[in-house]
């Protein structure tokens, strides 16, 4: 089974620098998605970033990038410019191409803003 | 539209006790799932449907079932509840079974069992 591994279970950074979240995941699947989950105060669970592991560049989003890198089996997120909104439940998913019963989360990492 | 609808979101039970969580999605979506969020443990996916009519257990599924008897709802059933069934339950969904595996989420039932 696939895991995934967030060694951050806590992390703060000033409003408007830059942090990054790391996330490590184990698989011997040469084809998978891997994800980023945001989890607010409010708790209702919204999708970050996506990255296909076929593809090698890395995906970004307006203030969030990821650096993906396949050989180390890692996928960490930068959020530059960070806002008091982003304070949250950050949660590194993987799963299989077109395999749900194996989609597997980390532990979380909770980010938190101070102004 | 109102996406993900779970309820309750909160429920205390005695050991013994059974109870449903229903989950309903308007996006017409596939996939429907249900998982359990434990402190330091992240989710951990309880039963998965990928159609009406179609169910498969998760990584954790003893204590609980489901059934899909439509595309919108995929009701969460404890038959008899368990302290460690404690947790907060998340329903999910998508819209096909493979392409993106984007999950949009309900808000969350937070159970306790006594």
């Known amino acids: 089974a696939q895991t995934v591994t967030q060694s951050q279970p806590e992390m703060s950074v000033q409003e408007a620098e830059t942090v990054t979240l790391s996330c490590t995941y184990d698989t011997s699947e040469s084809n998978y998605y891997l994800f980023w989950y945001k989890q607010p105060p409010s708790r209702q669970m919204i999708l970050v970033i996506r990255q296909e592991a076929y593809k090698q560049q890395n995906a970004t989003e307006n203030r969030f990038s990821v650096n993906f890198q396949k050989a180390a089996k890692s996928f960490s997120l930068k959020i530059s410019d960070s806002q008091l909104g982003d304070t949250a439940m950050y949660f590194c998913a993987f799963m299989k191409h077109d395999v749900w019963d194996d989609m597997r989360f980390g532990a979380g990492t909770r980010l938190t803003v101070k102004p | 539209n109102a996406g993900v609808t779970q309820t309750p979101k909160f429920q205390v039970l005695k050991t013994g006790q059974s109870m449903t969580l229903q989950c309903a999605q308007d996006m017409n979506h596939e996939y429907m799932s249900w998982y359990r969020q434990d402190p330091g443990m992240g989710l951990r996916l309880i039963h998965y449907s990928v159609g009406a009519g179609i169910t498969d257990q998760g990584e954790v599924p003893n204590g609980y079932n489901v059934s899909r008897s439509t595309t919108e709802d995929f009701p969460l059933r404890l038959l008899s509840a368990a302290p460690s069934q404690t947790s907060v339950y998340f329903c999910?969904?998508?819209?096909?079974?493979?392409?993106?595996?984007?999950?949009?989420f309900g808000e969350g039932s937070r159970l306790t069992v006594l």
């Open positions: 999910a969904s998508s819209y096909s079974r493979g392409v993106g595996g984007e999950l949009f």
